[in-house]
């Protein structure tokens, strides 16, 4: 019962089986490797993109900083949500690596960016010149950090305010494919033909060690993006073991299945939680993760039996009545299992 991240599970016995088969031998480092060569010409062959430049590196972090760097000048201003994830939960890194964008808030709803808030901040950025930050770049999260999804409407819309003001767009994809296979569409469609110029295609939260692609759909900023991941240290040497991982995660669509298996677990808790009394969902699922709150005594219950969430926001505490309602994000992975769900269930009901 283990639903504090999708960071949490293990890696796939297709992906540990690549990654054997990597380790035989030797191979070129950096990304040179054949295993590399293959990997790049499957992701343009996803996105239906055959000039797209793709790069790996190992965390979300390095992948949504450095995209956002290669795209946006350092007196430029990163427009994205309030709650999204480069302000939440990167330490700064967009800030540091960009030598000094400015990440300007948007808000809106369940983590999605209202357009009109986007279009009239737009209209006023830099009134004075160059006493003011410059428009820089949109920059979406989906899954947004409430749960929700954007649709492939909502990122064209915003994609066209946007491009309306001649910014490049950063679509940041840590859980882009359980965000694909809830919305059932293509890779395409949710990015470069609905506007997006760079995508963090996330592979760590849907399976893999630590992987994440980077995928710039027009090539001409490739070239500084290899500069750039170089001088902040995220090109591995022995390239190999990112590439394998990438490999046997996409071969035979196994990354499209495990994030339809945890949309599923995520969409059992969704269900069981509404027939919980006191219980109901303080956002709209998108795909594997569920933000509830419960009566607190369903909580004790859940812990005391070794279940593992976040309180969300954290600052809440099993010390009180037991059916004041306390609230919490669920998270279900591609390990995730029915009897998880349904044992979990059983405990908050009570």
Not at 159 to 187: Q, S, Y
Not at 222 to 238: Q, V
Request: proline share 4%; hydrophobic share 45%.
């Amino acid at each position: 019962m283990f639903f504090a991240s999708d960071n949490s599970s293990g890696v796939p016995e297709q992906v540990l089986a690549s990654l054997a088969r990597a380790n035989d031998g030797f191979a070129l480092g950096y990304g040179a490797d054949e295993v590399m060569t293959r990997v790049r010409t499957r992701i343009r062959e996803i996105f239906e993109a055959p000039e797209a430049a793709i790069y790996l590196v190992a965390t979300g972090t390095a992948a949504n900083a450095l995209a956002l760097a290669t795209f946006c000048t350092p007196w430029g201003a990163v427009y994205c949500h309030r709650i999204a994830h480069i302000e939440e939960d990167e330490c700064g890194a967009p800030e540091f690596y960009t030598g000094g964008s400015k990440l300007v808030l948007m808000d809106g709803p369940d983590g999605r960016m209202d357009p009109a808030v986007l279009a009239a901040k737009l209209d006023r950025a830099a009134a004075v010149g160059v006493h003011n930050v410059q428009k820089g770049m949109l920059s979406l999260t989906n899954l947004t950090e409430a749960g929700a999804r954007y649709s492939v409407a909502d990122i064209r819309a915003l994609c066209d305010i946007a491009k309306a003001h001649n910014l490049p767009v950063h679509l940041d994809g840590a859980r882009f494919t359980n965000a694909l296979v809830a919305e059932g569409c293509t890779p395409a469609e949710m990015t470069w033909r609905a506007g997006v110029d760079v995508v963090s295609f996330g592979g760590t939260k849907n399976g893999l060690m630590g992987v994440e692609a980077v995928v710039i759909f027009d090539p001409v900023k490739a070239w500084e993006f290899e500069l750039r991941r170089k001088r902040g240290g995220h090109l591995f040497s022995k390239h190999r073991f990112l590439s394998a991982q990438m490999e046997g995660w996409l071969d035979g669509d196994l990354w499209l299945d495990l994030a339809r298996h945890a949309n599923a677990m995520a969409e059992r808790l969704e269900a069981g939680l509404a027939r919980i009394p006191g219980a109901r969902l303080l956002h709209p699922r998108g795909g594997n993760m569920v933000f509830a709150e419960w009566p607190r005594a369903g909580h004790r219950a859940a812990q005391d039996a070794g279940a593992r969430y976040y309180f969300w926001p954290f600052d809440q505490s099993l010390e009180g009545p037991g059916d004041a309602p306390v609230s919490a994000r669920l998270v279900a992975s591609w390990s995730t299992t029915e009897g998880h769900v349904d044992r979990f269930l059983d405990l908050i009901s009570t």
